[in-house]
């Protein structure tokens, strides 16, 4: 991002400070689990585009009878920049990341590697039920959140900027973290968000706010959050990893091969241990429509990491070209066998 473009930047204290109490349910803003002795934790922030997370923790510990020398579980951050520090200091060794973040994170040195996708599509363009909004020439001027601007949601939201003749500083581009972003919205601290889901879902079923854009529609090969990993896992434990990546890859599976199954990840994503949110929001994100998120197609296309770079460099986030073996191994996803799932 260029520095004039970046004064567009408004942070979230400056828009939020006494706007947005009591906006949403307290569940929507909760912490994280305790770690097991032993287990390897894996960074993950509560959204649905890390829904194959919990699934393969729950199906690794129902499985541990079987093979007990694997154990990992979900570790819940508030936002990027808090799992970002925490995976760069080695205080976590995996997590679901941003892929532009760790493609500029792996070309300034920091030893890791992306080892699989976690989802497909799952972002959306929020704006208020009464707003006139049904162009983005109608949000010149006005003030859109996106939780990073290293975030794939950034990316989406410039393609549909692009579609209409504009660029960012049309706008003015505020970085929030996700779950503060509904209740802005409901306060009329800003005028549209672009997020992750489930929270645009919460603030549509809440009746306030209505889908504007959705990348199923609009960049059906979407792809955000990663499987991230330090090397120094992958040089000490790759059957470990190899396991982790095999229960995500069949977690996805599992996900979409029947409406029961998501059922049955919403009750577990809601639980304490993992989002600790509201169960019907998470259903609705499953339900309106089906395949508002997907997981099954979790194949690693180089081709569409070289695309993502590509958008991320005319962004400016990343500012030249970093080798696709430099932030990514795919021995794990080639030597794969998903995991079957039975919970």
């Not at 296309?301 to 970093?322: C, D, W, Y």
Request: aromatic share 8%; hydrophobic share 45%.
């Amino acid at each position: 991002m260029q520095d004039r473009e970046f004064t567009h930047f408004l942070r979230r204290r400056q828009i939020l400070q006494g706007a947005i109490a009591a906006a949403l349910p307290a569940t929507l803003l909760s912490c994280g689990a305790e770690k097991r002795e032993g287990a390897l934790l894996v960074g993950g922030l509560p959204v649905t585009c890390n829904l194959t997370l919990p699934v393969a923790c729950v199906a690794r510990a129902a499985a541990n009878g079987l093979n007990p020398q694997f154990t990992y579980e979900y570790s819940k951050y508030s936002g990027w920049p808090e799992i970002k520090e925490s995976l760069m200091a080695g205080r976590i060794q995996a997590a679901y990341m941003l892929a532009p973040l760790v493609m500029d994170l792996a070309d300034r040195k920091i030893p890791i590697k992306i080892v699989s996708l976690g989802h497909r599509s799952g972002a959306v363009i929020m704006v208020r039920s009464d707003s006139p909004y049904e162009h983005f020439k109608q949000l010149a001027g006005k003030r859109i959140a996106i939780p990073s601007r290293f975030a794939v949601d950034y990316l989406f939201l410039r393609k549909m900027l692009a579609r209409e003749s504009m660029t960012p500083q049309d706008v003015q581009i505020v970085e929030m973290a996700p779950p503060d972003m509904p209740a802005a919205l409901y306060a009329n601290a800003v005028d549209a968000y672009c997020t992750g889901e489930p929270f645009g879902a919460a603030a549509q079923r809440a009746g306030y706010a209505r889908v504007l854009r959705m990348t199923r529609d609009e960049w059906r090969n979407y792809i955000c959050c990663v499987l991230t990993v330090r090397e120094e896992l992958i040089q000490q434990n790759r059957p470990l990893v190899q396991d982790l990546v095999d229960h995500v890859l069949g977690a996805g599976v599992w996900l979409d091969s029947a409406q029961q199954n998501r059922n049955k990840a919403v009750a577990i994503a809601a639980g304490k241990k993992y989002f600790n949110q509201d169960p019907n929001i998470i259903q609705f994100v499953m339900d309106n429509p089906t395949d508002r998120v997907t997981y099954g197609d979790l194949r690693m296309i180089r081709t569409e990491f070289e695309e993502l770079m590509q958008l991320s460099m005319e962004a400016g986030t990343i500012k030249h070209p970093v080798a696709y073996e430099t932030y990514v191994d795919e021995s794990f996803a080639k030597a794969a066998k998903p995991a079957v799932i039975s919970l």
